[in-house]
């Protein structure tokens, strides 16, 4: 498996010919992303995880392009999902994708402030030959395994979390690997600095640290098997 960094939470999954795409906001290189994005899944309809003018004119374009994620996402894009081109998931449900088993699983948002209405958001667990991804999307929601990850994706920077917290989410976790995510409101001097405290100045956790810049790539093997 292989996996393709876009910038903040959207990454790119390839597998045997099968690419699946997450999480396509405003933050991210949309044009790098959509240029070929095979599938579309997104976690939650906040615009710097689906930039609408973006993905839309890619869904105009590519007639055969899917997409699946919670209702919101479609609501804002103006379609009505179908079950097939367009498909509603919600935390439980088991899509297989080409060589991919999708487990989806979160539910809402992380609590951004007491007074701002929470919205959906599903997780991704992505699994193919044996090696399983993890896109919590916006939450620190675990994911519905009892098996060591080989990658998780870690949001870093967010107005809905703390530092303290996403070191916690991590270490609790182990991975085998760290790709840390979510980190476009972050300037070059917080990027070091969260890099140093998940990374070479950790305080917890055996995991690799692997931040990954625009348009890198990262090949999975998988570590730990059933």
Not at 117 to 126: E, G, S
Not at 175 to 198: C, E, K
Not at 211 to 220: F, H, K, N, T
């Amino acid at each position: 498996m292989h996996l393709t960094f876009h910038g903040h939470s959207c990454v790119a999954l390839d597998h045997d010919g099968t690419t699946l795409t997450v999480d396509p906001g405003t933050f991210a290189d949309t044009s790098s992303a959509l240029a070929d994005p095979g599938t579309l899944l997104v976690t939650h309809a906040h615009p710097d995880h689906l930039d609408v003018a973006a993905v839309r004119k890619a869904l105009d374009e590519r007639q055969g392009l899917a997409m699946i994620g919670p209702q919101a996402a479609f609501d804002l894009l103006g379609e009505a999902p179908d079950g097939e081109r367009y498909r509603v998931v919600e935390p439980g449900d088991v899509l297989t994708l080409g060589p991919f088993a999708v487990l989806v699983g979160g539910g809402q948002h992380a609590v951004i402030h007491p007074d701002i209405p929470r919205v959906a958001n599903v997780t991704y667990l992505f699994s193919a030959d044996g090696a399983s991804v993890y896109h919590p999307g916006d939450s620190l929601s675990p994911p519905l395994t009892d098996r060591r990850l080989d990658v998780l994706l870690a949001p870093v920077a967010a107005p809905w979390m703390k530092v303290a917290e996403g070191i916690d989410f991590v270490r609790d976790l182990d991975p085998w690997a760290v790709v840390p995510i979510h980190d476009a409101i972050l300037s070059t001097a917080g990027l070091g600095l969260v890099h140093r405290l998940f990374g070479v100045g950790r305080t917890g956790g055996t995991y690799d640290y692997r931040p990954l810049e625009v348009g890198q790539r990262l090949d999975i093997t998988p570590r730990s098997r059933p």
